[in-house]
C-alpha cells in the first residue's frame, strides 16, 4: 500500500461504520477514496454542480445551503464528524447537486469517488451491500431530522408559520 | 404503574385560596424577540428573606384583572435576594406581564412542583437537552453544577432553538464552558453567518458518548422534542429511570386541586412538573391525552 | 320513658314520623339550615326546608337515559323521590365563591378578603352514594398536603342526616359501585324510612344529643329485618350495572381504542355530566376587573373537562377535539381516579346518564371496551 493510501485506509478505520466492515473491503473503499483539507468559507461544490463525490467529514464543520432569491442563502444542514453528504450521487437518478456545500470551518475531509463506487460496488456485492445498508440508515436518519424542521417544533402553535 | 419517585416541595399551607404574595420588577432583560426575563423581589423582605426554591420549580405570576400564569424560575437558588423568570409573550397573562415596567409590582405565588433531582444526580453525567423555551427551567439546575462542579462527571448541555435569535442567554455559555460543561448549541435554520450546527436537537445524539450506567438525560422543550429526544436516549440505552422530563400542561391552582393539569393520574403542578420518565411513559404516546 | 335519655351511637331507634318535625326544629335551634329535598318548577332541588311538609312526599322520578320525569303517586313516603340534578356538591363547593377583593392603592395592591360567614348546613335526605360522594370529595379538598379553606370550613360544620334508598330509580347502580343503597358510615343520622314509621341509626355525638328527650324506642328486630328486606329488594331492583371488576385496567390498556371516537362523535361537549357529577371537582378562578382598572374581583367558578377552554394553554389545547375531552373524563372517573385518590370517582348515582341529551350512558360505554378489548 502506497503512503497516501495507508494514510487513508487509517482515516476511514477511525469512522464507526466502517468498523464492520472487512479489511479487503474497506482497502477497496480507500483505493476510491481521497483526503482533502479544506478551509473555512471553501465551496465544495454549488447547487446544479455536475460533481461526483460521496462525502465523509473527518473534522471539521461543512454546511448545506440553498439559495432562495430575496432571502439569501439558508443553511439547512450542517455536517459533523462521521457524518456523511453528498450521497445522492450514489443513486441512479440524480445527476446535479441540490444543495451547495460549504466548509465553516478547516477541516479534513473523505472524498470517495462515486462512479468508482458503484464500480466496486456493482463487482462486489457484499461491500454493495454494506455501503447501501450505511447509506440507507444514513438517508433515513436525514429524512427525520428534515420531518423535525418541517414541523417547526418550536413554533408557537396559533402563529402563522405552525399552520 | 411506577409510582412517583421525585421528591415532592413541602406542604403549602394556604388560609386564602390564590392569594398571592407582592414582589416588585426590580429590573427586566430581554433575552430574544418575544422572551424577557423579570426579575422579581417581594416587597415584603421577610418573604423574599424566606423564600427559597429548587431548580425546575416554577411559580404562578398573578396579574390582577388578568389571571395567574405558571412560570418556571430561571435564576440562580443560591440566590436569596431576587428571582427571575423569563416570560415568552404568547398569552393575556403573559402579555400583561410584558407591559410591566420596572418598580411595578405583581402576584406571586410559590414555589410549586417537583424539581430536577440534583442529589441523587451526584456522581453521574448529566446530558441536558432542551430546545428553545425549555432552557429557562434548566437553568437553575445548570447553575447549581456550576457551585457543585465536583460533585458531577461529564455534564453536558445540547440547546436547540427555531433561529440564531431565538437562542436565550448565550451571552453566559463561555461561563459555564469554562466550568467545564461541554455547551453545544444547535439551530433548525440558519443564515451564511451562522457559524454554528444547524439541525434538531435530536439529531446531534450521535456525536456524543454517553456512559449508560451513569448518564442522566434532563429534558424540557416543546413536546415533540421531548418525545425524539427520548428516543434518542433510549436508543442509548440510557435506563427509563436515568431521564427526567418537565412537562408542561395549564397549570392554574399550582396544589393539584383544579384539575386542569391532570396528565392520566398525575397532576403536572404538583406530581410534576418534573417527571422521571418510567413514571409518564406508559401514557406518552397517547394523543391528546 | 325518661326525657333527657340519649340513645347509643350505633344504635337505631324507631321514632313516630310526625317527631321529625322536632328533629329539624332543632336542628334549626342549634344554628343549622336544614337543606332538603324539595319540589319546585316540576323537578327535585335541594333547597332549605322548614318541616316535613316541605319533602317530596307521595312522589317518586322516572329516570332513563337523557329523560327524569318527577311524578306524583300518592302515595304516604317522605324520602322515595330518587333526587334531581342537583346534589349537596354545591353547598360544600360553591359553583361560584369569592376568593378575594384587590384595589389599587398607588400603584400596589390591597386585598381585602370577604367577610362571609360560613354557613353551618344540615343535609336532610343524603343517599348512601351522595354521601359516598362527599367521601370522595373529603379527599380530594382535605388532603395532607393541600386544604380547600372553602370546602373545609363548610365541611365542618355540616351535619349529615342519611337516608337508606328504598326504591331506585331507572339510572341507578349504586350496587355495581358497592356504595349503596345502605348506608354504611359517615353519617351523624341515618334514616330508614318504612311505612309507618322511621327508624333513626345514631352515628355521632351532635345527633346523640340532638335526640335528647325526643321520644323514642330502640328499634324491634322486627322492625330491623324490615328494613333490611327492603334494602335487599332495592338492591334487586337497580335501574343500571356495571362491571367494575376489571377498571381501571381496561380503560387505561384501551386509551387507543376505537369506541372513543365513537362516543365523542355523539357527545355534544355540554359539560352536563361534569356538573351534575357529585364528585366532579375542577374548577377555575376569574377575575372581574372595574371599568377603571383599579378594582378587581377574584373567584372561583365550576369548570369542566369538557370545556375546550379547559386544557387550553400557551403552546395550544392539549385536548382539541371531543373524543379527547370524553376519554379524559371518563378515564379519570374510572380509571386514573383510582390511582390519584385510592377510590374510583363513580358512585352509581347515575345523574350523568339521565341527564345527558345525547344519551350517552357509561353503564353501556364501558362494556363496550370490554367487547371488543376481548
Known amino acids: 500500500m502506497s503512503d497516501v493510501l495507508q494514510e487513508t485506509f487509517k482515516e476511514l478505520q477511525k469512522i464507526p461504520w466502517f468498523q464492520e466492515l472487512e479489511k479487503k473491503h474497506l482497502e477497496k473503499l480507500a483505493s476510491v477514496t481521497a483526503l482533502r483539507h479544506v478551509r473555512a468559507d471553501e465551496v465544495l461544490f454549488h447547487e446544479g454542480d455536475k460533481e461526483d463525490c460521496l462525502y465523509i467529514v473527518l473534522s471539521g464543520r461543512i454546511a448545506l445551503e440553498i439559495f432562495i432569491p430575496h432571502r439569501g442563502k439558508i443553511r439547512i444542514y450542517t455536517v459533523e464528524p462521521q457524518d456523511v453528504f453528498g450521497w445522492s450521487s450514489v443513486t441512479p437518478v440524480v445527476h446535479q447537486r441540490t444543495a451547495g456545500a460549504t466548509a465553516v470551518v478547516d477541516g479534513l475531509i473523505a472524498c470517495i469517488d462515486s462512479e468508482k463506487l458503484r464500480k466496486i460496488c456493482e463487482e462486489d456485492h457484499d461491500l454493495g451491500y454494506m455501503v447501501m445498508r450505511r447509506l440507507a440508515n444514513v438517508v433515513a436518519s436525514r429524512l427525520l431530522v428534515t420531518r423535525l424542521q418541517l414541523l417547526d417544533m418550536f413554533a408557537h402553535p396559533e402563529s402563522q408559520n405552525a399552520k | ?256 386541586s383544579c384539575g386542569h393539569c391532570q396528565l392520566g393520574p398525575y397532576f403536572i403542578c404538583k406530581d410534576g412538573p418534573v417527571f422521571r420518565f418510567d413514571a409518564i411513559q406508559p401514557f406518552f404516546n397517547v394523543e391528546e391525552f | 320513658m325518661p326525657n333527657d335519655h340519649k340513645p347509643e351511637i350505633g344504635s337505631t331507634i324507631v321514632i313516630q314520623k310526625e317527631t321529625f318535625n322536632a328533629i329539624l326544629s332543632r336542628l334549626k335551634e342549634k344554628g343549622y339550615e336544614t337543606i332538603g329535598p324539595r319540589v319546585k318548577n316540576d323537578t327535585l332541588i335541594y333547597a332549605p326546608i322548614e318541616q316535613m311538609d316541605d319533602l317530596p312526599r307521595g312522589y317518586i322520578t322516572e329516570q332513563d337515559a337523557a329523560r327524569f320525569h318527577l311524578k306524583h303517586t300518592g302515595h304516604s313516603r317522605y324520602f322515595d323521590a330518587i333526587p334531581g340534578a342537583q346534589s349537596w356538591k354545591q353547598f360544600l363547593f360553591p359553583p361560584r365563591a369569592e376568593l378575594f377583593a ?218 382539541p377535539t371531543i373524543r379527547s375531552r370524553y376519554r379524559q373524563w371518563l378515564s379519570h372517573k374510572l380509571g386514573t381516579w383510582k390511582q390519584q385518590n385510592g377510590t374510583l370517582g363513580c358512585v352509581g348515582c347515575g345523574r350523568c346518564i339521565t341527564w345527558c341529551p345525547a344519551e350517552i350512558d357509561l353503564t353501556k360505554e364501558i362494556p363496550m371496551l370490554q367487547e371488543e378489548a376481548r
Open chain 3, 102 to 319: 384587590l384595589r389599587k392603592v398607588n400603584n400596589l395592591w390591597e386585598a381585602s378578603t370577604p367577610e362571609t360567614k360560613t354557613p353551618s348546613y344540615a343535609f336532610i335526605g343524603v343517599r348512601a352514594c351522595e354521601l359516598a360522594a362527599i367521601q370522595i370529595q373529603d379527599n380530594i379538598f382535605m388532603r395532607s398536603d393541600f386544604n380547600d379553606p372553602i370546602y373545609r370550613a363548610r365541611r365542618e360544620r355540616v351535619f349529615i342526616l342519611t337516608v337508606d334508598c328504598m326504591y331506585p330509580a331507572g339510572t341507578c347502580f349504586c350496587v355495581s359501585m358497592e356504595t349503596g343503597p345502605r348506608v354504611k358510615a359517615g353519617f351523624d343520622l341515618n334514616l330508614t324510612e318504612l311505612e309507618d314509621v322511621f327508624l333513626l341509626t345514631v352515628g355521632s355525638e351532635i345527633a346523640r344529643d340532638l335526640l335528647k328527650g325526643i321520644p323514642f324506642e330502640l328499634a324491634s328486630a322486627f322492625l330491623l329485618r324490615n328494613a333490611d328486606q327492603g334494602l335487599e329488594r332495592a338492591a334487586s331492583q337497580m335501574g343500571r350495572k356495571l362491571d367494575i371488576s376489571n377498571l381501571p385496567d381496561l380503560i387505561l390498556n384501551n386509551l387507543d381504542h376505537p369506541h372513543w371516537q365513537e362516543v365523542g362523535a355523539r357527545c355534544l361537549s355540554c359539560t352536563n355530566c361534569t356538573q351534575v357529577c357529585p364528585t366532579c371537582f375542577c374548577w377555575d378562578a376569574t377575575d372581574e376587573m372595574s371599568l377603571d382598572g383599579k378594582e378587581t374581583h377574584r373567584e372561583r367558578v365550576w369548570d369542566s373537562c369538557f370545556n375546550p377552554g379547559y386544557s387550553y394553554q400557551a403552546g395550544g389545547n392539549t385536548r
Open chain 2, 1 to 256: 404503574m411506577v409510582t412517583q419517585q421525585i421528591a415532592r416541595p413541602a406542604a403549602i399551607n394556604t388560609e386564602h385560596l390564590l392569594e398571592p404574595q407582592w414582589a416588585e420588577v426590580t429590573s427586566i432583560t430581554k433575552e430574544i424577540n418575544d422572551v424577557s426575563t423579570y426579575w422579581l423581589k417581594f416587597t415584603d423582605p421577610a418573604i423574599q428573606k424566606a423564600y427559597t426554591f429548587e431548580p425546575g420549580q416554577f411559580n404562578m405570576l398573578y396579574m390582577p384583572g388578568f389571571g395567574e400564569s405558571a412560570i418556571s424560575i430561571c435564576s440562580d437558588s443560591n440566590d436569596h435576594s431576587k428571582i427571575g423568570h423569563s416570560v415568552r409573550f404568547v398569552g393575556n397573562v403573559t402579555n400583561a406581564i410584558g407591559r410591566l415596567k420596572v418598580g411595578d409590582v405583581i402576584g406571586l405565588r410559590g414555589p410549586f412542583g417537583t424539581y430536577w433531582p440534583m442529589k441523587e444526580l451526584e456522581g453521574k453525567d448529566v446530558f441536558i437537552s432542551c430546545g428553545g423555551i425549555g432552557l429557562p427551567p434548566l437553568r437553575p439546575a445548570i447553575y447549581h453544577i456550576l457551585h457543585n462542579r465536583e460533585k458531577y462527571g461529564k455534564v453536558t448541555l445540547l440547546y436547540g432553538a427555531r433561529t440564531p435569535a431565538d437562542l436565550m442567554y448565550t451571552n453566559e455559555f463561555d461561563d459555564w464552558r469554562k466550568a467545564n460543561i461541554d455547551v453545544q448549541v444547535t439551530v433548525d435554520r440558519g443564515d451564511s453567518s451562522w457559524t454554528g450546527r444547524v439541525g434538531v436537537v435530536p439529531m446531534w445524539f450521535y456525536q456524543f458518548r454517553f456512559d449508560s450506567r451513569k448518564t442522566a438525560v434532563l429534558t424540557c422543550g416543546p413536546e415533540i422534542m421531548i418525545h425524539f429526544v427520548i428516543y434518542e436516549a433510549l436508543a442509548r440505552r440510557i435506563p427509563l429511570e436515568s431521564i427526567f422530563v418537565s412537562m408542561e400542561r395549564n397549570m392554574k391552582c399550582g396544589q393539584g
